[in-house]
């Protein structure tokens, strides 16, 4: 069985699937051995880490199916993997769909965002027609090498369009096609619980673990109310900026070699060392 039909079974099981946010194939390697199901390949956290950008469209899709495969080189539990609005329309989509799925993505999210946004809010959230949304859910399903991978379909009509909109948009996603279904911006427990009371087992729901001040902000909670993913996309990227800040400016203060450990410790070095002392 493939790891995609691996990722499919799983997410059957009544038991959530946490899955962090990463960026890069050491964050996605510690995340595996730290014991985590699956992973998430955040298109925020590329652009964070990868540019040095906030995420406003300026990561290409050959950047991030390029990324995708080095980190599928170095773990052995899926990828969920943002691939913002696919890069463009349906015909781009298949493309973009094509070279993740070859790079090592077992789940790929496309969303209904427009893909080039206004230069004057380049944070904003436009839609495109839900029509349109659905011609590239049919266009990433039709494209597959693999008939397991699975298609998330996120829509953002929470921030422009409201609940009941958002609620219509995920019926119709699903029934064009879309294996997994991620509403963002859900903030209260009634919203999910709608979404899944509306959804009525079609596919799959993930949800969304990002601001504090949300109603809902465990894992364990998520799980009780019907959701099948938990993601949480910040954490690492959080977790390595601080320690980033305070590292260089305890460096910069008193230059000297005091780190805790060695950076190859991180790495999987003995595992290394040991394949080359094996017998030919």
Known sequence: MGIAA????????????????????LSAYRADTAGFEAVFVSGSALAATHLARPDIGL?????????????ADRIAVPMFVDADQGFGNQFSVARTVRALERAGAAAIQIEDQQEVKPAA???SRPLIASEAM??????ARDCLHDSETIISARSDAMSTEGFE??????HAYADAGADMIFVESL????????????????????HNLLRADDEVTDAQTVEAIGFSVALFPGTALAAVGAALDD??????????????????????AAEYLNQRKRPS
């Open 187 to 206: 903030t209260t427990r009634d919203q999910m619980e709608r979404l899944v009371s509306e959804m009525g087992g079609k596919v799959p729901l993930l």
């Open 121 to 123: 809010k380049p944070l």
């Open 165 to 170: 909109r958002a609620l219509d948009r995920a």
């Open 247 to 268: 590292g260089f400016a305890k460096l910069i203060s008193t230059p000297r070699l005091d780190m805790a450990g060695s950076a190859v410790d991180r790495v999987g």
């Open 59 to 71: 990561l290409t899709a050959s950047e991030t199916a390029e990324i995708v495969a080095r980190i």
């Open 6 to 25: 691996k990722l499919r079974a799983r997410l059957q099981q009544s038991e959530i699937v946490v899955a962090p946010g990463v960026y890069d194939a």
């Open 134 to 139: 659905v011609d590239k859910i049919r266009a």
